[in-house]
């Protein structure tokens, strides 16, 4: 066995359910952390990196959209998808007491509870997908269908691209 990594709620969780990913490290002394660096720095392109934004409803349900890193959140198509007259992004500050994570490191897998899940429509053509492993510095690469499954998702329409 290579060394010890430490795993993330998300990787064990993946793990629990016999799912494929591969773990993805990248380097976060810069300061550069956002999902268009991110997607850089791991050589990636911006279409297979996604991130998680997690936002309320106007029925105060929370939600959790998975998107392309470079794509913007059409709040308009989030709500339509959530059944919401409208959404809108959830405080940074409540982030982690909601997720168990912190911005930037926000896994769709394994927050402290299940919340409904979309994700981008495009997502679905993918392979593969990266979103954060739930730490800063770590990315998980894995099959869509499987990150659907593993958060009892859907997908939707939630970006403004025309693709």
Known sequence: MGKKIAKTNAARILDKENMSYDIIHYEIEDGLVDG???????????????????TAGSSKQHYVFVIPVADELDLKAAAKAAGEKRVEMAP?????????????????????????????????KQNEIIVSAGKIGMQIKLDPGNLLAVTKGQYAELTARDD
């Open 92 to 124: 940074v500050k409540d982030i982690q007491a909601l997720t168990g994570y912190v911005k930037g490191g926000c896994s769709p897998v394994g927050m402290k509870k299940p919340f409904p899940t979309f994700i981008a429509q495009q997502a679905e």
């Open 36 to 54: 268009v660096s991110v997607a850089a720095k791991i050589g990636h392109p911006e279409e297979v990196v996604y991130k998680t934004l997690v």
